[in-house]
C-alpha cells in the first residue's frame, strides 16, 4: 500500500489554485497607481497572503462539513477528506492554525485591514453553514466576499474606496457565481438537489435569464467606469477606454466556454486553462497599466479611480 503523504494532502485541501482569487487584494494598488510605492506593494501582497491563509482554513472547513456531499459528486468525491485520504481532525487543526495566522498577520498589518478579514471569514463561515443553502443569498455572499478582498487592498495602503469598486467588483462576483451555479446543476443532472439542497431551487432557464442581466449590467458598469470624472481626473485621460474591448472579449470567452464546453464550475481553472482567456487578461492588464502610469508622477495620495 502507497504510504499517505499528509502534507501534500493538506495543500491539495487548501486549494492552491483558488487562491488566484485574492489577487482582487492588489486591485486598489493598481488602480490607485501606487505600484511604485514600495511599503504599499509590500503591504498588499502581506494582505493578499494573509486572505490566502483565511481562504484555504474556510475551504477545509467546507469540506468538513460537505464531506458527505461531496462522496456523491462526480469530481468532488476525489478530494483528499471526502476520499477518506485526509483525516478530519487534522484538517480542522490545520483549519484553526490558517484562520489565526490569517487574522494575526491583517492585525499586524493594520486594525482596518483585521476588521475587514475577520468580517471576511466570519462571512465565509455563515456561507458554508447557513447562507449557501438560501436561494439567491447564496450567490450574493459569494460576491460580498469578493467585495472585501478588494475592500482589503483599499484599506491596507490607506486609499479612498471608490463606489466603482464595490459596483464592478460584486457584478463581475455575481457573474461567476450564477455561472457556477448553473454548471453544477448541468453537470449533476437529476442528481443535483441531492448533492446540495439549494441547487433543486434553481434552473439552469433562470440562471440563464439572471446571467444575461448580470453581463449586461457588469458591462455598462465597466464602461461608465471608464469615462467617470473620478476615473479621468485621477487617470489624467480616458485611454482606460481602451481597455473596454477586453472585457467585453473576456465575459464572451466565458460564456462561450460555459454553453459550448460545459465549464464555469472553476472559474480559477478557466482563467489558467484557457490559452486565448488567459492571452486576454494579459493584454488587458499592459494596457491598463499603460494607460495609468505612462504619463505624470505616480505615488500617495491617489484615490482609487
Known amino acids: 500500500m502507497r504510504p499517505i503523504n499528509t502534507p501534500a494532502l493538506l495543500f491539495a485541501a487548501m486549494r492552491p489554485r483558488q487562491w488566484a482569487k485574492n489577487a482582487l487584494v492588489l486591485a486598489a ?29 474556510v475551504y477545509l472547513v467546507n469540506d468538513i462539513v460537505d464531506i458527505e456531499e461531496d462522496r456523491q459528486h ?11 485520504r485526509l483525516q478530519v481532525r487534522t484538517a480542522l ?8 495566522l490569517g487574522l494575526a498577520g491583517s492585525l499586524w498589518l493594520s486594525r482596518n485591514l483585521f476588521l475587514v478579514a475577520a ?27 469578493f467585495v472585501l478582498r478588494a ?32 454548471q453544477e446543476i448541468v453537470l449533476l443532472s ?16 433562470m440562471l440563464d435569464q439572471m ?27 480616458e485611454g482606460l477606454l ?9 465575459i464572451f470567452r466565458y460564456l462561450y466556454l460555459i454553453h459550448r464546453y460545459g465549464q464555469g464550475g472553476a472559474p480559477e481553472q478557466i482563467l489558467l486553462g484557457d490559452l486565448p482567456l488567459l492571452v486576454n487578461v494579459l493584454l488587458y492588464i499592459v494596457v491598463a497599466a499603460i494607460v495609468l502610469y505612462s504619463g505624470g508622477s505616480y505615488g500617495p495620495p491617489h484615490p482609487v479611480p
Not at 462526480?74 to 477518506?84: C, F, H, M, N, V
Not at 437529476?190 to 432557464?205: C, D, F, Q, V
Open 93 to 100: 487543526v490545520v483549519a484553526v492554525v490558517l484562520a489565526l
Open 74 to 84: 462526480p469530481k468532488k468525491r476525489d478530494r483528499p477528506l471526502a476520499s477518506g
Open 190 to 205: 437529476e442528481n443535483a438537489r441531492h448533492h446540495r439542497r439549494i441547487l433543486a431551487e434553481y434552473t439552469p432557464e
Open 119 to 145: 468580517g471576511y471569514y466570519l462571512l465565509t463561515l455563515a456561507y458554508h453553514f447557513l447562507l449557501k443553502h438560501i436561494v439567491v443569498i447564496d450567490v450574493l455572499t459569494v460576491s460580498a466576499g
Open 29 to 57: 494598488l493598481i488602480f490607485a497607481r501606487r505600484a511604485g510605492d514600495l511599503s504599499a506593494v509590500a503591504a498588499a501582497f502581506a494582505a493578499a497572503v494573509a486572505f490566502c491563509l483565511l481562504s484555504s482554513s
Open 151 to 182: 475592500v482589503a487592498g483599499a484599506v491596507v495602503i490607506q486609499e479612498e474606496i471608490s463606489h466603482w469598486l464595490y459596483i464592478c467588483t460584486i457584478l463581475l462576483a455575481l457573474f461567476l457565481a450564477l455561472a457556477k451555479r448553473r
Open 211 to 237: 446571467i444575461t442581466i448580470v453581463t449586461a449590467t457588469t458591462l455598462m458598469a465597466y464602461c461608465l467606469y471608464t469615462i467617470a470624472p473620478r476615473t479621468t481626473s485621477t487617470v489624467g485621460s
Open 242 to 250: 481602451f481597455t473596454v474591448p477586453f472585457v467585453i472579449y473576456g
